[in-house]
């Protein structure tokens, strides 16, 4: 069976629920989930309790260079938070539902508010390499979703709606958090691909035309998933290579890692400010 029947769920939900409860009784009020190259923010934690996702039964693996797979527990911006350093693609071979899991345990243990983070490129000609976005919208062209298959009704609805995926407040808060800080931060829609190849000239030009400020290969589903939940979500990317087709220029892991670990510092500040204020 492609998907899990909603009893199957909830066994498996249950045991990595109890397996975290029984290794710390931390109670996050909130998620981060930190993407490739940004998990340099979890240094900023003070760290009560952290767990390999090897340990948890049930939850995926990361297998992508820079995402180190741990959870962590502890305090940032005065506020409990758990952190996933390092997250999970469709690329990797895993389905929409393991993806989403990790979203529907930390709600299960008390997490809110997502607060998601991920390496994109850049479409907008007037983004640059380093720069940051605050994702206002996206567009969702992975091809599958974490919400086909059985709808457990005690999570969220069968037909959820996506009319403000990204809430509104945490945006305004963000917003005012840069502006203070005079940090340089854009707004903009994000467009999500399986990956994990790179896009075509002929494929950037088709996104731009569509409205996308940016390309990435996550994200979405965690977002939908949590909306799914009633939870609330900030979304931020930092944009590691410029897509403009007419002066597109091949791109390496290391550029990638290198454009994020310059443009962290940033989003870093905005992400604890955020948390402080809330």
Known sequence: MKYDTVEAFRAKRDEAVDFIQGETDFQPEYLLILGTGLGQLAEEIEAEHIISYDDIPHFPVSTVESHAGKLIFGKLGGKNVVAMQGRFHYYEGYTMQQIAFPVRVAKSIGAQTLLVSNACGGLNPNFSRGDIMLITDHINFLGDNPLI??????????????????????????????????????????????????????????????????????????????????????????????????????????????????????????????????
């Not at 940016?214 to 939908?224: C, Q």
């Open 149 to 278: 298959g059985p709808n457990d009704d005690d999570l969220g609805p069968r037909f959820p709606d996506m009319s403000e995926p990204y809430t509104e407040r945490l945006l305004e808060l963000a917003e005012t958090v840069a502006l203070e800080h005079a940090i340089k931060m854009h707004q903009g829609v994000y467009l999500a691909v399986t990956g994990p190849m790179l896009e075509t000239k002929a494929e950037y030009r088709y996104m731009r035309q569509l409205g996308a400020d940016v390309v990435g290969m996550s994200t979405v589903p965690e977002v939908i998933t949590a909306v799914h939940m009633g939870m609330d979500v900030l979304g931020i990317s930092v944009i590691t290579d410029e897509c403009f087709p007419d002066a597109l220029e091949p791109v390496e892991i290391e550029d990638v890692l290198a454009a994020a670990a310059m443009a962290e510092p940033q989003m870093t500040q905005v992400i604890i400010n955020v948390l402080e204020r809330l």
